[in-house]
Antibody, heavy 113, light 112 residues
Framework: QVNLLQSRAALVKPGASVKLSCKASGYTFTDYYIHWVKQSHGKSLEWIGYINPNSGYTNYNEKFKSKATLTVDKSTNTAYMELSRLTSEDSATYYC??????WGQGTLVTVSS | DVVMTQTPPSLSVAIGQSVSISCKSSQSLVYSDGKTYLHWLLQSSGRSPKRLIYQVSNLDSGVPDRFSGTGSQKDFTLKISRVEAKDLGVYYCAQTTHFPPTFGAGTKLELK
């Protein structure tokens, strides 16, 4: 069965960066794009972007182009999202998804000094 | 970006009651291939969202037929018949026809 296992919660300082991971299993990793979605506390969902694990091609929501960088490691079936220059506005739960059908358990990022 | 407007923001229901949630988009969601990429997801408390319905009316595997989706172009509805306790949570509509994908603000289904 398809499973997306995300990294644990992170507490990071303002101005720092954080790299989240999403390990895929149960299917051929390179056959499907991996998407990332942001959910601020108590709020709705925002689509950040996707990566094609086969080619490394990425496509970002304009809002997140200077915030997020998506990469993959095909050897470990893992996708990554690095968030840079963090502020309190970046405090949220971040999900990796395989389309809208399969979701990871989410990683809570808290930005605080 | 396509704006997805969901109503109502919240619903209080009794077990066994039926409810409907509306989702309206700012643009038609019919893609160039003729398909409509409008989906419904449920996020139960403390959990990740789970897709229930894809492309307007197709139930995902394991989703009971108490759930149904209808609509076209810019106007869509999710109906839940005979609500059960496990149906409680926040329902989101989502469109993946246009770039970037966008979500409604959610409808919180609570027990009366």
């Amino acid at each position: 069965q398809v499973n997306l296992l995300q990294s644990r919660a992170a507490l990071v300082k303002p101005g720092a960066s954080v790299k989240l991971s999403c390990k895929a299993s149960g299917y051929t990793f390179t056959d499907y794009y991996i998407h990332w979605v942001k959910q601020s506390h108590g709020k709705s969902l925002e689509w950040i972007g996707y990566i094609n694990p086969n080619s490394g091609y990425t496509n970002y929501n304009e809002k997140f182009k200077s915030k997020a960088t998506l990469t993959v490691d095909k050897s470990t079936n893992t996708a990554y999202m690095e968030l840079s220059r963090l502020t309190s506005e970046d405090s949220a739960t971040y999900y990796c998804t395989r389309g809208e059908a399969y979701w990871g358990q989410g990683t809570l990022v808290t930005v605080s000094s | 970006d396509v704006v997805m407007t969901q109503t109502p923001p919240s619903l209080s229901v009794a077990i066994g009651q039926s409810v409907s949630i509306s989702c309206k988009s700012s643009q038609s969601l019919v893609y160039s291939d003729g398909k409509t990429y409008l989906h419904w997801l449920l996020q139960s408390s403390g959990r990740s969202p789970k897709r229930l319905i894809y492309q307007v009316s197709n139930l995902d595997s394991g989703v009971p037929d108490r759930f149904s989706g209808t609509g076209s172009q810019k106007d869509f509805t999710l109906k839940i018949s005979r609500v059960e306790a496990k149906d409680l949570g926040v329902y989101y509509c989502a469109q993946t026809t246009h770039f970037p994908p966008t979500f409604g603000a959610g409808t919180k289904l609570e027990l009366k």
